[in-house]
């Protein structure tokens, strides 16, 4: 994944072969979507043609598909909210039949507005504010974390497995500050609020850490979120599953 949330791709590749990309850049005003899916369909025809291979194009609209050595369906949309214009495109093997799948993939797309935009990535589910945008993404053993950032602001997103065993002989608000490393300042039901101090000369500007752990006992897993920054904002509405 590059860019934020005016401009950016994403790319989600399978074991065999498949491929999902997401592209989205501002406009000023709506644009003919049927125009633009003609104009990428020639693009790829064009790329074709400098490797000497066959590509059959179709466009219905904002929905196009291709067939060469590879095949792809795909469609663009419109988001009015915010000005941007998306493609969508689901592609793999010519061999392997995935277009109800894509149709799926593209009736299911959903631009979302509000002050708020919602990030989802292997069971971790936020509300984010738009200002912030994702800088890094790290799975590891049993957890996973997402950093985001803004240019006032560090906010860092955990998912923890096993929440069972992780609070066998101790309390969430002692996790979550032990896994966080602030202090517990408050408990309710699934939910446990923490804090910090910054060091100087940061502490001085007003910068702040502040902190929630969620424990999601369906799901039996554990996730903290923390913030760096100036003032104070309610975090527990930030985390999603509660």
Do not use: C
């Amino acid at each position: 994944m590059r860019g934020g949330f005016r401009r950016g791709y994403v790319q989600l590749e399978s074991t065999a072969g498949g491929l999902l990309q997401i592209r989205w850049e501002p406009a000023k005003r709506a644009p003919d979507l049927a125009e633009r899916a003609h104009e990428y369909l020639r693009l790829l025809r064009q790329s074709a043609k400098k490797r000497r291979q066959p590509l059959h194009t179709h466009a219905d609209g904002s929905e196009f598909r291709w067939h060469g050595a590879l095949k792809g369906y795909g469609g663009l949309v419109w988001d009015d909210g915010h000005g941007r214009v998306f493609l969508i495109e689901r592609s793999g093997p010519s061999r392997d039949s995935f277009k109800q799948e894509a149709r799926a993939i593209l009736g299911g797309f959903e631009a979302f507005s509000g002050d708020t935009i919602p990030w989802e990535v292997l069971g971790l589910r936020l509300r984010l504010p738009l200002r912030l945008a994702m800088r890094r993404f790290d799975a590891l053993a049993g957890r996973i974390a997402v950093r985001f950032a803004s240019r006032f602001e560090m906010v860092v997103a955990e998912r923890w497995s096993l929440a069972d065993r992780l609070l066998a002989q101790t309390t969430l608000a002692d996790w979550g500050a032990k896994a966080t490393r602030l202090r517990p300042v408050d408990a309710v039901s699934n939910l446990a609020y923490l804090a910090g101090g910054t060091k100087p000369p940061l502490g001085l500007l007003g910068v702040r850490a502040a902190g929630v752990a969620l424990h999601l006992p369906e799901e039996n897993t554990l996730v903290t979120l923390v913030r760096t920054g100036r003032g104070t904002i309610p975090l527990q509405d930030w985390v999603s599953g509660r």
